[in-house]
Nanobody, 121 residues
């Protein structure tokens, strides 16, 4: 039913850049806020950034402010994450998801496979 397909991950040197894409289906894409989450080995899955359904409002975790940019193309049902000035601590599996409510930033329970981002020092 719901499909979330992340792509664009890879291995990069510290200071490098990467652009992730999220192809979403199963819901009316433009009706939902979207978010990018990440999970490092042995750690919880945390919200990195979110964008409102209209694209007019964004949220960034303090750890990525000034380095990451979230965007969306509602005509293509795709969300993007541009990551610049990558640090080793950004290493994680990155996931996208629909967000239920802007205030809480709670995601739905279905998760895709994610895409691995590895930043070497």
């Amino acid at each position: 039913q719901v499909q979330l397909v992340e792509s664009g991950g890879g291995l990069v040197q510290a200071g490098g850049s990467l652009r992730l894409s999220c192809a979403a289906s199963g819901r009316t894409f433009s009706n939902y806020h979207m978010g990018w989450f990440r999970q490092a080995p042995g750690k919880e899955r945390d919200l990195v950034t979110a964008i409102s359904w209209s694209g007019m409002t964004t949220y960034y975790a303090d750890s990525v402010k000034g380095r990451f940019t979230i965007s969306r193309d509602n005509a293509k049902n795709v969300a993007y994450l541009q990551m610049n000035s990558l640090k080793p601590e950004d290493t994680a599996v990155y996931y996208c998801n629909y967000i239920k409510d802007w205030t809480s930033k709670k995601s739905f329970d279905y998760w895709g496979q994610g895409t691995q981002v590895t930043v070497s020092s």
